[in-house]
């Protein structure tokens, strides 16, 4: 039941066309608080009655084999029962439960109705225009090539590229393709940073075209969007909408941990969609993700063509202890002071926020311009600028900015690498974030550390594993 | 970090709740059709950002569970002790848009009893209006069919202390039924 491409479908009904235009416009591939509707809140009732807008209790109950129940929000498909509350509601005079897994969306109750467009679908415009001038490297050309055509055929794709491959290049001309045919393409990343980051590029490389950035504290969006870049978490606020997904950074926190993320991936698929995964470092649930009939690129090297930095590993025993009583490690202060001397920017990651806050006036010791971000940093997009447009000399910074940020002559630390939180992934995307301009294609990255872990160790193999794939890739002549 | 949403369990932003470090000036009212209605007022909390976070997902993304968050800090306030609570309403309009009324709520996870004596005549939004409007603006309760008042000591409880316009409305209805003293809870000092 589809509107021919590029053509203004008009819908019938009887409470004003132009705001059931607007309806559709905003519902389409959408699933929502009927309460929260921005437009035709009004008018929503009468598309009910006509079968064009769909309806679903926000909260339903499920019956299990054993004759048991429990709850499942419609929205972002929960089931855990920690994440419902009962309560005494006025609004239905009853026993209500509620989700409070994605409570920051507007609240789900039982007696709250979610309302999707189930109408006549229609189609975005097609007149969507390359505007990349660029050019791809033969690597990046035969992986764009690779996975347009899975997105064609329908066949899941896994793009593996090293940190620094130009992944957001080889994206262009895919995701242009399928608008030009009338399809809706999401590209799906787990942190908001990226999202930002790639929102201006796609705006500037692809023109005609609609496009909205969702995350958590962005608008909705102006119309029927041809290309969504939202946050993963933004994806249960869809369903059936979109012919492609391209998860980007797929294997990052949180999205490889949370199930519902992964099915809230899938209910954003239209039936027959297709999902592409883009990562620097695939895991078990991404490779299963993607299934036997996927396909898969390779890209082993950066685009500069010059090897990964490999991490350093320096031991900085007894660190907390000194920092604690006030005192900053000898080797870490040595290090940062020939970054200070050199006037190379710099990143030093923490595992946590309290350690990192203990340190700071440490660092302002050496250069009161030294500052620290973490996730709910209210300045931290100006620092980053700062630190970019070399205004600061250096940030301190948790896992956050492991991704997505890009600053020529970038020297890299991690204080404490033997924390958990720094996985083989983690180690793999932090020193990627080094070496990345041909000018400066490497960096200082060190690993200090109060004991190796396996997860250091498997990060340096990963490295030079791929290091060394990369060198017969380039010496390929077919290429 | 990822859009994940802040803390969803305010128990973590619980440690950055300040105590109230003044308690409400209740002179503001002297020369007033309303003063001496209060007898005593006491906030428990600062308005600071751990409480403008939790009291913004209490109260508009009514999320009822925090309610029970404050149950201790109401067991252990003296204040209530001796008193019959009575929750300030909310108008029926409201309460049907907020699903749940949130000052009882607090009450109820806590489990101390509590009078329901008061009902609200107006959906206004008393956050609208400037401190001049606010002060003399009509009555905004009336007692609640069937309610009684003895001649005992109550004390009404409230999320914010503002600028006292509310609470001081409600004592005042109190008073002229037969109240012998009224005294304020409010969760915070704003
Ligand atoms: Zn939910
Ligand atoms: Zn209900």
């Known amino acids: 039941m589809q509107v021919p491409c590029s053509e203004n479908s008009v819908q019938r009904g009887r409470g004003g066309i132009g705001i059931h235009d607007e309806l559709q416009k905003f519902l389409q591939g959408r699933i929502w608080l009927r309460e929260l509707l921005p437009v035709g809140k009004e008018e929503a009732g009468d598309l009910i009655r006509e079968g064009l807008i769909g309806t679903v209790p926000g909260v339903a109950t499920i019956r299990k084999w054993h004759g048991g129940t429990h709850s499942r929000c419609s929205r972002c498909l929960t089931e855990d029962a920690r994440h419902f509350h009962a309560f005494n509601c006025r609004k239905c005079g009853k026993v209500c439960r509620y989700c409070r897994h994605c409570l920051n969306m507007g609240r789900v109750a039982e007696c709250d109705e979610l309302v999707y467009w189930c109408g006549p679908e229609r189609r975005t415009a097609c007149n969507a225009v390359l505007t990349w001038e660029g050019r791809l490297t033969p690597l990046q050309e035969r992986a764009a090539g690779e996975l347009e055509e899975s997105l064609l055929d329908g066949k899941p794709h896994l793009l593996h590229a090293v940190c620094g491959a130009g992944k957001t290049e080889i994206l262009f001309r895919p995701v242009h393709r399928l608008l030009s045919e009338g399809k809706r393409v999401c590209i799906a990343t787990p942190r908001t940073d990226v999202v930002l980051e790639l929102l201006p590029r796609f705006e500037k490389a692809i023109g005609g075209t609609v496009i909205h950035g969702l995350y958590g504290g962005s608008g909705n969006g102006e119309g029927l969007a041809g290309l969504v870049i939202a946050t993963t978490h933004q994806l249960y606020r869809f369903r059936e909408a979109f012919d492609a997904v391209i998860v980007d950074e797929a294997d990052a926190f949180p999205y490889s941990f949370d199930r519902t993320l992964r099915l809230a991936v899938r209910k954003a698929l239209k039936p027959g969609g297709v999902l592409a995964v883009v990562t620097a470092t695939p895991s078990p649930a991404i490779l299963s993700e993607i299934g036997r009939e996927g396909r898969r690129s390779v890209i082993p090297v950066r685009f500069h063509g010059h090897p990964l930095p490999v991490p350093r590993i320096v031991p900085l025993f007894g660190y907390r202890k000194r920092i604690s009583a006030g005192k900053m490690p000898e080797r870490l202060k040595a290090w940062t002071e020939e970054r200070l001397k050199r006037k190379e920017p710099f990143l030093i990651f923490f595992p946590s926020v309290p350690l990192m806050e203990q340190c700071l006036p440490l660092f302002s010791h050496l250069d009161a311009g030294i500052g620290a971000v973490h996730a709910t940093h209210p300045d931290r997009r100006d620092l980053v600028m700062a630190l970019r447009e070399g205004r600061i000399p250096g940030l301190l910074t948790t896992t956050i900015l492991e991704r997505g940020i890009t600053i020529p002559r970038l020297q890299i630390a991690v204080a404490g690498s033997e924390n958990v939180v720094f996985d083989r992934s983690a180690i793999i995307q932090i020193s990627g974030r080094a070496g990345r301009s041909p000018e400066h294609p490497d960096g200082d990255v060190v690993l200090f550390h109060h004991g190796v872990t396996p997860e250091m160790d498997a990060a340096v193999r990963e490295i030079r594993r791929l290091n060394r794939e990369g060198v017969k890739t380039i010496g390929l002549p077919a290429l | ?190």
């Open chain 2, 1 to 190: 970090m990822t859009d994940r949403g802040k803390s969803l369990l305010c128990p973590r932003c619980e440690g950055g709740f300040v105590p109230a470090d003044s308690m409400p000036p209740l002179g503001d009212w002297n020369g007033t059709p309303y003063e001496g209605a209060l007898d005593a007022a006491v906030s428990l909390y600062a308005y600071n950002d751990a409480m403008k976070t939790c009291l913004r997902q209490y109260k508009f993304l009514k999320d009822a569970a925090l309610a029970a968050v404050f149950s201790d800090a109401l067991h252990h306030a003296e204040i209530l002790k001796g008193r019959t609570a009575v929750p300030v309403p909310m108008h029926p309009v409201r309460l049907v848009e907020r699903t749940f009324p949130q000052v009882e709520e607090l009450l109820v996870q806590a489990g101390i009893p509590y009078a329901p004596l008061l009902e609200k005549t107006t959906a206004l939004n008393l956050g609208r209006l400037g401190r001049k409007e606010r002060m003399a603006s009509d009555p905004l309760f009336r007692l609640a069919d069937g309610a009684e008042v003895r001649r005992a000591d109550y004390v009404l409880v409230d999320d914010l202390y503002t600028t006292g316009t509310t609470l001081h409305h409600a004592a005042h209805v109190l008073k002229k039924s037969g109240a012998r003293s009224v005294a304020a809870l409010t969760l915070i000092r704003a």
